[in-house]
Nanobody, 118 residues
Framework: QVQLVESGGGLVQAGGSLRLSCAVYGSNFRRAPLAWYRQTPGKQRELVAD???????HYADSVKGRFTISRDNAKNTVYLQMNSLKPEDTAVYYC????????????WGRGTQVTVSS
């Protein structure tokens, strides 16, 4: 059974940094596109960043230049380095597969809360 376990969230002041981690258990990690998503109350979950099996990355315009997604295939882990954080980045962050044909989303994990104070 595939399991996604996110960690690394917390409370940080605007302009600060956090590094999120997501361990993926029981999945074809090396070949899968992976992504980070975020959700705030009353809003749909949105794609923040994704990374292909080959390491190509894509970012939402709102985080471009501030966030960096990476993956460690040896550790079955995907990361999200978040710099220059803004209050509008406050959300629960989730990892999952990227939105690519042939790669259905996995069951969502619990996510990790990121709160940015002004």
């Amino acid at each position: 059974q595939v399991q996604l376990v996110e960690s690394g969230g917390g409370l940080v002041q605007a302009g600060g940094s956090l590094r999120l981690s997501c361990a993926v258990y029981g999945s074809n990690f090396r070949r899968a596109p992976l992504a980070w998503y975020r959700q705030t109350p009353g809003k749909q979950r949105e794609l923040v960043a994704d990374i292909t099996s080959g390491g190509s990355t894509h970012y939402a315009d709102s985080v471009k230049g501030r966030f960096t997604i990476s993956r460690d295939n040896a550790k079955n882990t995907v990361y999200l380095q978040m710099n220059s954080l803004k209050p509008e980045d406050t959300a629960v962050y989730y990892c999952n597969r990227g939105q690519s044909p042939g790669w259905p989303l996995l069951r969502w994990g619990r996510g990790t809360q990121v709160t940015v104070s002004s």
